[in-house]
């Protein structure tokens, strides 16, 4: 094991905006940051703008729906970078389809992306910190792990499931000294995607009122926050929206 006591987080499912955010801040506040999604070389320009700012980054190649390749990183990371402090899922797949267009194919293929990954995540992670009596797991949700929306049967099966998981997880693991919280990310983000989904039903962004979107900035702040909360006053669920979203 390396001498380095610098903490060590991983973000799995680290895309362009929140995940991108996580990764920052965790590397703002000290960590080395550990980045992996199933392109891993897409992941070289935001761990060379990590490192260019002082920051500790490493990007990997990781298909959290394959339990070989979640093991194969977690491995990695624990015996050639440290050990892990934080593991954060925030594998997305969020997909609209009408109940009789969405196949058997896209409901799995769904599932095993939030749902069952965010498992094989959590699982791998406790492996390595049950032990040592301490760390952080977190997991990502939306709207859609709360409420089934119109069009979202496979989305909203999977982050209900991803729910129950960590709910499960985090009695489980909370005697261990290990805090596992679900965050529900109520809120279109002000990323790419969802402005394109914005316009495609008739709805300038860029004439939306001030912070009607919820910043990626302000996401990553939220789990950095949740990391550093004193044990006797937990948070399972936090809910994150913005003042004008109604709920």
Not at 18 to 23: C, F, K, L, R, Y
Not at 143 to 148: D, F, K, P, Y
Not at 169 to 186: F, K, Q, S, T, Y
Not at 221 to 231: F, T, V
């Amino acid at each position: 094991m390396p001498t380095d006591p610098c903490p060590v987080a991983l973000v799995v499912g680290a895309g362009d905006y929140i995940g991108a955010e996580i990764s920052k801040r965790f590397a703002a506040g000290g960590h080395t940051v550990c980045m992996g999604r199933r392109n891993g070389d897409q992941l070289e320009p935001l761990a060379e703008e990590i490192r260019s700012g002082g920051g500790d980054a490493h990007a990997f190649t990781l298909d959290a729906r394959s339990e070989e390749s979640v093991e194969e990183v977690f491995a990695s990371i624990e015996k050639d970078i440290g050990a892990l402090d934080v593991v954060i899922f925030n594998v997305g797949a969020n997909v609209q389809f009408p109940l009789l267009e969405t196949t058997s194919r896209v409901f799995r293929k769904v599932w095993e992306m939030a749902c069952f990954a965010g498992f094989l995540t959590g699982r791998e992670a406790a492996r390595y910190m049950v032990p040592r009596q301490r760390g952080s797991i977190f997991f990502t949700g939306a709207t859609a792990s709360l409420r089934g929306g119109k069009g979202y049967s496979a989305f909203a099966g999977a982050k209900f499931g991803l729910r129950a998981v960590a709910q499960s997880m985090a009695r489980e693991l909370g005697p261990e000294n290990i805090h596992v919280a679900h965050l529900v990310i109520d809120s279109g983000v002000d990323t790419a995607f969802v402005r394109g989904r914005l316009k495609e039903a008739g709805v300038e962004p860029d004439q939306m009122p001030e912070d009607a979107l919820m910043d990626p900035r302000s996401v990553g702040e939220a789990y950095w926050n949740l990391h550093g909360q004193s044990r006797d006053a937990w948070t399972f669920e936090l809910d994150l929206r913005p003042f004008r979203e109604s709920w």
